[in-house]
């Protein structure tokens, strides 16, 4: 990775909203050139990269779905096309299913560990083979793995697949310089939270901060897990939750 801040390279996927785009505005602001992963939401994609421009970064705008192994590859590539290389990957994008396991159909199985699990895989993977020595991966996992609610174990079952992988995974591209970890965020003010029927006020008055969080409260943990201050963590799953957990 290269030693000047303004000299790397970062890729996020699902970064037109949400805790994504929170993160690809973080590492603009630390002078990363940045990919703005979407799927179908050009204009909020279009938007992240026009308010990273505005503050003085670098960003650019790239469909894919990062679901699809091939689309993701290209993605992938397309930091080295771009901008001449890959030194950071923050794995965002994911998919959710709420619903009792008795009522859960394979197809629902199917869609949920296809978004969250092989995605990850995948991603890992292509990063592993791209990646200039001395990168970051990040995973964004869930605390869903750690405290188990009802009617997520589709979500849950699938974040920690990916979260296993992340421990192996930092073993093995150690050597490199690599570091590999995840982050658990807890409820955060998303437009996916909002749309889970979550019950907001019951896990409010179960935070001890007493509050959901905030995007940028995550994007600020992956940012410094992406920095050179955290050269010395790998393997880690982090919670950043308000102490919910």
Same mark, same amino acid.
């Given at each position: 990775?290269?030693?000047?801040?303004?000299? %790397?390279?970062?890729?996020?996927?699902?970064? &037109?909203?949400?805790?994504?785009? =929170?993160?690809?505005?973080?590492?603009?602001? !630390?002078?990363?050139?940045?990919?703005? #992963?979407?799927?179908?939401?050009?204009? &909020?994609?279009?938007?992240?990269?026009?308010?990273?421009?505005?503050?003085?970064? %670098?960003?650019?705008?790239?469909?894919?779905?990062?679901?699809?192994?091939?689309?993701?590859?290209?993605?992938?590539?397309?930091?080295? @096309?771009? $901008?001449?290389?890959?030194?950071? /990957?923050?794995? #965002?994008?994911?998919? *959710?299913? %709420?619903?009792?396991?008795?009522?859960?159909?394979?197809?629902? $199985?199917?869609?949920?560990?296809?978004? #969250?699990?092989?995605?990850?895989?995948?991603?890992?993977?292509?990063? !592993?083979?791209?990646?200039?020595?001395? !990168? %970051?991966?990040? *995973?964004? &996992?869930?605390?869903?793995?750690?405290?188990?609610?009802?009617? +997520?174990?589709?979500?849950?079952?699938?974040?920690?697949?990916?979260?296993?992988?992340?421990?192996?995974?930092?073993?093995?591209?150690?050597?490199?310089?690599?570091?590999? #970890? &995840?982050?658990?965020?807890?409820?955060?003010?998303?437009?996916?939270?909002?749309?889970?029927?979550?019950?907001?006020?019951?896990?409010?008055?179960?935070?001890?901060?007493?509050?959901?969080? +905030?995007?940028?409260?995550? =994007? +600020?943990?992956?940012? *410094? /897990?992406?920095?050179?201050? =955290?050269?010395?963590?790998?393997?880690? @799953?982090?919670?950043?939750?308000?102490? /919910?957990?």
């Amino acid at each position: 990775m290269p030693s000047k801040a303004t000299d %790397r390279v970062a890729v996020v996927t699902g970064s &037109s909203r949400g805790i994504g785009r =929170a993160t690809a505005l973080r590492l603009a602001t !630390g002078g990363a050139a940045v990919i703005v #992963n979407y799927h179908t939401d050009a204009a &909020s994609a279009k938007q992240v990269v026009a308010d990273i421009e505005a503050g003085g970064g %670098r960003a650019m705008t790239a469909r894919a779905d990062a679901a699809d192994p091939t689309e993701l590859r290209t993605l992938l590539d397309a930091a080295e @096309h771009h $901008y001449g290389g890959l030194d950071v /990957l923050v794995h #965002n994008a994911a998919g *959710f299913v %709420r619903t009792p396991l008795t009522a859960a159909t394979d197809g629902d $199985y199917a869609h949920t560990f296809s978004l #969250n699990a092989q995605a990850t895989f995948v991603a890992l993977r292509e990063a !592993g083979r791209r990646m200039r020595d001395g !990168g %970051r991966i990040v *995973f964004i &996992s869930s605390i869903v793995t750690r405290i188990d609610p009802p009617g +997520e174990a589709l979500y849950a079952a699938s974040k920690a697949a990916g979260e296993h992988l992340i421990r192996t995974f930092a073993r093995e591209i150690g050597p490199r310089g690599i570091t590999v #970890n &995840s982050v658990l965020p807890g409820p955060t003010d998303t437009d996916g939270f909002a749309a889970s029927s979550a019950p907001v006020e019951t896990l409010i008055a179960q935070t001890p901060l007493g509050r959901l969080g +905030e995007p940028e409260d995550i =994007a +600020e943990v992956i940012g *410094f /897990l992406a920095s050179d201050a =955290a050269r010395w963590i790998t393997g880690q @799953h982090i919670t950043v939750d308000g102490g /919910l957990s």
